[in-house]
């Protein structure tokens, strides 16, 4: 399978921890974004990176929050002191080249987040 | 302030017959525009999209409508199947940013279809 992979699937950790998500896009794919989704509502958008750099950083992405994508390949998503209202899916996705409104971005499985 | 906005949460259909999604937007600068299917604990699976420059597009059982004077999307499928039941997800996108194309997905809250055999 050659899809958009997560890892870890699920995180339990207790408030005040440090977790990292990974996220691998589909390999051709340059673009690759980081949503997230809670209970009742759609996925909203959190940070967007073209190969390495990032481009843009939503609101919700409070200074707890770090992303990177050093190599243009995979892409970590890190939350520092854990809150509860951290708890979420954490869903990653890409895209290909060359860029274009009509992109589609493919999903990957997500990484359900619980802080206790 | 919800920009995309799916203001049926749920909907039940009998297998066979059609099922119609509707999806509002309030932002004019979104030009292209998604439904996603999601079963619980995975990832959104895209469907079917559609430019705005088109008014309709067609992939097998499911279509897409776009009355964009309206502001309006619709999702139809026909016929529809047990397999279909899920949550679906409207989202759009428009250019944002600078340094190159970025295109961030809006979504809606999603509706939660049921089909019955």
């Known amino acids: 399978d050659t899809g958009v992979s997560q890892d870890p699937r699920h995180k339990i950790t207790k408030r005040g921890q440090n977790v990292t998500f990974r996220c691998d896009p589909i390999?051709?794919?340059?673009?690759l974004y980081w949503y997230r989704q809670t209970l009742g509502q759609g996925p909203e958008f959190l940070t967007y990176f073209q190969n390495e750099a990032q481009l843009e950083k939503s609101r919700l992405l409070s200074d707890r929050f770090s992303a990177e994508r050093p190599k243009g390949s995979f892409s970590t998503l890190e939350i520092q002191r854990t809150e509860q209202g951290d708890s979420a899916m954490y869903l990653c996705?890409?895209?290909?080249?060359?860029?274009?409104?009509?992109?589609?971005?493919?999903f990957g499985p997500g990484t359900r987040l619980t802080v206790l | 302030d919800q920009q995309v906005k799916q203001n049926s949460p749920s909907l039940s259909v009998q297998e066979g017959r059609i099922s119609i999604l509707n999806c509002d937007y309030t932002?004019?600068?979104?030009?292209?525009f998604l439904w996603y299917k999601k079963y619980p604990a995975e990832g959104p699976t895209f469907l079917i999209s559609i430019s705005s420059i088109k008014d309709k597009n067609e992939d097998g059982r499911f279509t897409v409508f776009l009355n964009k004077s309206a502001k309006h999307l619709s999702l139809h499928i026909v016929p529809s199947q047990p397999g279909d039941s899920a949550v679906y997800f409207c989202?759009?996108?428009?250019?944002?940013?600078?340094?190159?194309?970025?295109?961030?997905?809006?979504f809606g809250k999603g509706t939660l279809l049921t089909v019955n055999p």
């Open positions: 996705a890409s895209s290909p080249p060359p860029g274009g409104v009509t992109d589609t971005q493919y």
């Open positions: 932002n004019s600068m979104f030009d292209y």
């Open positions: 390999s051709e794919h340059n673009r």
């Open positions: 989202a759009a996108s428009a250019f944002v940013g600078s340094g190159g194309s970025n295109y961030k997905l809006t």
